[in-house]
Every structure is written in C-alpha cells, then in structure tokens.
C-alpha cells in the first residue's frame, strides 16, 4: 500500500510550503499598508517608480477587466483551476528547481486569488514608467509570478537548445 502521508509529508514540501506562504504574506503586507496608508492617491518615489492606487477586476495586468459578474466569476473560476493545476505540477515535478518555480507562481497566486475573493479586484499599486510611457501598474503577487513565468519559459528554451 503506498503511503500518501509520507509522500506529502517530508522536508521538501514543507521548505515550499514557507517558501508560498512566504510570498503570500509579502504581497498581503504590501496591500495592507497600500491600502491603509496610501488609499487613492499617486506618490511620486522617483523619476521612474510612483505607487498609484488601482482596482484590477482582470488577471495580470489589467488583461480581461471586466465589469460584467459572469465574465468575473468565470475568470475567477478558470484562475482557481489553473493553481489546483500548478498545485498538481508541484505535487508531481521531480525537479527540485521546477517545484521551487511554481511555488513562486503559486505565492503570487494566492494572493491575488485571496483579493479576487475578498475584495472583488486586485489591488495593483507599483506604477514604473519612462517619462510619460507607463508600463502596466503592478503589485508584489504579481513580480513572483513573473519571474516564475520568465524562469520556466528560460528552462523550456534551454531544454529545447540541448535537444
């Protein structure tokens, strides 16, 4: 009989398990005192960083926001897949690098996921720009699951070159 406890249960997932409950409460911390210090306002940080408060209703960067409830809850819905997902590829990858990048994402997730819940959007605050050229506003959630996409897209192209 295999022995499901001790496969859940040991060092590794436990240091992954810090490692996205970590991330989750950098991002959960940084809403907090966005939200409770800075409200609706623009402050200027430097010639190329501003923290500006925005209300997201999409998934990364604004893509799909919507005010339509369907459209929310159906984005909403196809995100809680997608992390039982990574959850699922974390549970089975045999690279100990692989699982340290989806647990990047999945910390990200989360919380977002949590602020889809509760609030009903996403707080995005980081706003990076070159005079008047913005990128898209940002929160902390959203830089682990970037370099979690970036470094699985790296590890595909360099796998794919030694082929």
Known sequence: MYDYKKKLI???????????LSIFFIDRISK?????????YNYF?????NLNLIWNTGIGFGIFSSTNDF??????????IVIL????????SKSKREKIIFSLIIGGALGNFYDRIVFKAVPDFIDVHYKDIHWFTFNAADIFISIGIIALILIGTNEKKEL
Do not use: G, P, R, V
């Open 85 to 92: 997902l990574i959850f699922y590829l974390i549970f089975k």
């Open 10 to 20: 040991n060092k590794e997932n436990l240091n992954l398990s810090i490692l996205i």
């Open 32 to 40: 907090i005192i966005i939200l409770n210090k800075f409200n609706q």
């Open 71 to 80: 459209i929310y809850h159906l984005i909403t819905f196809i995100i809680s």
């Open 45 to 49: 940080i430097n010639d190329y960083l």
